[in-house]
C-alpha cells in the first residue's frame, strides 16, 4: 500500500506565497515521475507542474516563472513553491506518483489533495 501526504496549503493573499509538500510512504520500490494537479471549484481537474527523478520538470503555462517545483528523492517528497499567487490560483492541489511497489506494480498514486486559496 502506498500512501501520499500533501501539506501547506492555506489561505494567502494575492501575491503572497505558498510552499506545499507531498511526501510518499509504503511499499514503495521506486518513484517515476511525481507531479502536482489542482482542481478548482466547478472545474475539471488540471495538470499544475511534474518532475522526473532525474529533475527534469514541466509547467503549465498559467504557472510558469511563479512556481517551482522541487524533489527529495530520498525522502520521496516533492515540493512545490508558489509565488505570486493569484485568485485563479484557487484549488485543492493534488500530488499524484507514477509508483512501482515492492512487488514491482506499476500504478498512478494520489493523495487527498490540500486547499489553496488565495485572496484579491
Given amino acids: 500500500?502506498?500512501?501520499?501526504v500533501e501539506s501547506g496549503g492555506g489561505l494567502v493573499q494575492a501575491g503572497g506565497s505558498l510552499r506545499l509538500s507531498?511526501?510518499?510512504?509504503?511499499?514503495?520500490?521506486?518513484?517515476?515521475?511525481m507531479a502536482w494537479f489542482r482542481q478548482a471549484p466547478g472545474k475539471q481537474r488540471e495538470f499544475v507542474t511534474s518532475i522526473t527523478s532525474a529533475g527534469s520538470t514541466n509547467y503549465a503555462d498559467s504557472v510558469k516563472g511563479r512556481f517551482t517545483i522541487s524533489r527529495d528523492n530520498a525522502k520521496k517528497t516533492i515540493y512545490l513553491q508558489m509565488n505570486s499567487l493569484k485568485?485563479?490560483?484557487?484549488?485543492v492541489y493534488?500530488?499524484?506518483a507514477a509508483v512501482i511497489s515492492t512487488t514491482r506494480a506499476q500504478f498512478s498514486a494520489w493523495g487527498q489533495g490540500t486547499q489553496v486559496t488565495v485572496s484579491s
Wanted: net charge negative; aromatic share 8%.
Fill in 1 to 4: 500500500q502506498v500512501q501520499l
Fill in 22 to 33: 507531498c511526501a510518499a510512504s509504503g511499499s514503495i520500490f521506486s518513484i517515476n515521475t
Fill in 87 to 91: 485568485p485563479e490560483d484557487t484549488a
Fill in 94 to 96: 493534488y500530488c499524484n
